[in-house]
């Protein structure tokens, strides 16, 4: 009986056991089936996301096609443009001017227009300036010039020529170029004279001599620095009534005939024969139709403002002072100086 009981007792154990494990075994296969569920609707709502994207993508990317199109139909503009001020000094459509279909015409039109932008017209001045060289004054102090501007044509037009493809902006190639001396230097380029020459003239000229004191007064501690150019005309200015010039014997086209400012060739002619000791480079140089007394044959330097200039470039090595000494009883001296500590630099011929 005892027998018995416990094998019952054991058998109702084994099945509760049982129950207990499928209990268990079926909630595990719910969790499961949720679980893939889940994963299931992850995966759907990764790939409507990815569907939408590449929907997105693919709009973008004919939109961005669509304005391709639209822009590729439009005229490319160039614009050229001040790179001081910013502002634009001319607009254009390059087609409009023969690009693509007559190159050559194109470059040609686009050189004659960066040439009077450069070099100016008679109505307006161009970017290009000459250097206005600075001064010593009476004081020792430096009088200010103006630096060398340059705008660069044949790159500006290639510049133009490029960005005629696609449009867009182009920066004028402008560059300035200051004296090439150091601030510290004015008052030491004085201490040596390295060059000197001496023309005499006759007292007694009264007009003829006051041009020549006036075109050596303004020539007159001009500081020349290295690579500097020197333009006659352009240092001394108008030689006419206005700025105090007297009417004298001047050469013109093989005769002596009176003009206002004659007298001044002998101020630039005594300069070269002073600066020609020196190693510098020639910009411009004419001699006179006739033969002058106050310098040898072909050691003369004529100018006329306006026309022909004398004009050198300071290849010497060292910066230069320009002295002009006008002695009324006759003579006109004409020296080239420098600093003590740059005398042994300097290049002569």
């Given at each position: ?32 089936v949720q679980k893939n569920n889940v994963m299931e609707q992850e995966k ?39 790179p001081g001020t910013k502002n634009i000094v001319k607009s254009f459509i ?173 101020t630039s002619s005594t300069l070269f024969n002073a600066v020609d000791q ?72």
């Amino acid at each position: 009986m005892v027998m018995r009981k416990w094998v019952l007792f054991t058998i109702l154990i084994a099945s509760l056991i049982g129950l207990v494990g499928c209990a268990e075994k079926t909630s595990a296969g719910k969790e499961s089936v949720q679980k893939n569920n889940v994963m299931e609707q992850e995966k759907k709502l990764e790939e409507q996301k990815a569907a939408e994207e590449t929907a997105k993508k693919a709009a973008a990317e004919a939109e961005a096609k669509r304005i391709a199109a639209e822009e590729a139909k439009k005229p490319k503009v160039v614009n050229v443009i001040d790179p001081g001020t910013k502002n634009i000094v001319k607009s254009f459509i390059p087609v409009d001017f023969g690009f693509g279909t007559d190159n050559e015409k194109y470059k040609k039109e686009l050189g004659n227009w960066a040439k009077e932008l450069a070099r100016g017209t008679e109505t307006t001045p161009g970017y290009d300036t000459k250097m206005i060289l600075d001064k010593i004054d009476a004081n020792g102090q430096v009088i200010k010039g103006k630096p060398r501007v340059i705008l660069e044509e044949a790159e500006l037009v290639t510049k133009i020529i490029e960005a005629s493809v696609n449009g867009g902006d182009v920066f004028l190639p402008i560059y300035v170029t200051e004296s090439g001396y150091k601030p510290e230097d004015a008052a030491h380029l004085a201490e040596v004279v390295v060059a000197t020459y001496t023309t005499k003239f006759n007292p007694s000229v009264t007009g003829r001599n006051k041009n020549i004191e006036l075109s050596a007064q303004a020539i007159d501690n001009v500081i020349v620095g290295v690579g500097d150019i020197f333009s006659f005309n352009h240092t001394v200015g108008p030689s006419d009534e206005a700025h105090g010039y007297q009417p004298a014997q001047e050469i013109v086209n093989k005769q002596l005939v009176m003009g206002i400012g004659g007298g001044i060739c002998q101020t630039s002619s005594t300069l070269f024969n002073a600066v020609d000791q020196l190693a510098v480079d020639y910009v411009e140089w004419h001699h006179h139709s006739l033969t002058v007394g106050y310098v040898p044959v072909g050691r003369d330097a004529t100018v006329s403002y306006g026309g022909k200039d004398f004009q050198f470039k300071n290849t010497a090595g060292v910066p230069i002072l320009i002295k002009a000494v006008y002695n009324p009883n006759g003579t006109l001296t004409v020296e080239m100086r420098t600093s003590a500590a740059y005398q042994s630099l300097l290049q002569k011929r």
